[in-house]
């Protein structure tokens, strides 16, 4: 099976949702589709701020990712986030979750992108073994903190 990663155009709205969807319910997430929508659209359009991979065959994808960016003085320039990863769940733990993580962290080094975050549940160690072996790590001193401004 492949995990090649494509970028999502706005004709994948309709494979993308079920899976935008489904992540969203596995975590506890509640948001009505049409406001999740109006946040896809403009990374499927091409926004500076984000991308949004389709992984493996681009007619059936198994999974997606959400990619957004930012700058950092700390790390010397563009930093990218994870901001969602999602596998179908009938086909994890074969690996490809890892393989498309390392594909793209070679893909973004290349667009000079200096470092990649990421957040997981602290319990969810299953989830955290699949980050370490992208080798993603934990900076132990620094809690990620937040404040929702809009809906």
């Known amino acids: ?77 563009m930093i990218a986030t994870i901001d969602e990863f999602f596998v179908r769940p009938a086909i994890r733990g074969r690996g490809l979750g890892t393989e498309a993580l390392l594909s793209l962290c070679k893909t973004i080094a290349t667009a000079d992108v200096k470092a990649m975050f990421l957040e997981v549940d602290e319990a969810d160690e299953k989830t955290i073994r699949l980050y370490s072996k992208a080798h993603f790590q934990s900076r132990d001193r620094f809690k990620t903190l937040y404040r929702q401004l809009a809906d």
């Open 1 to 77: 099976m492949s995990t090649s990663l494509h970028i999502a155009k706005p004709a994948d709205l309709p494979k993308l949702m079920p899976l935008v969807m489904g992540f969203q319910a596995e975590l506890g997430i509640s948001r009505e589709e049409t406001s999740v929508e109006r946040a896809l659209v403009p990374l499927l359009e091409g926004s500076p701020y984000g991308v949004v991979y389709l992984m493996g065959p681009a007619r059936a994808p198994i999974g997606y990712l959400t990619l957004t960016f930012s700058w950092s003085l700390e790390f010397g320039g």
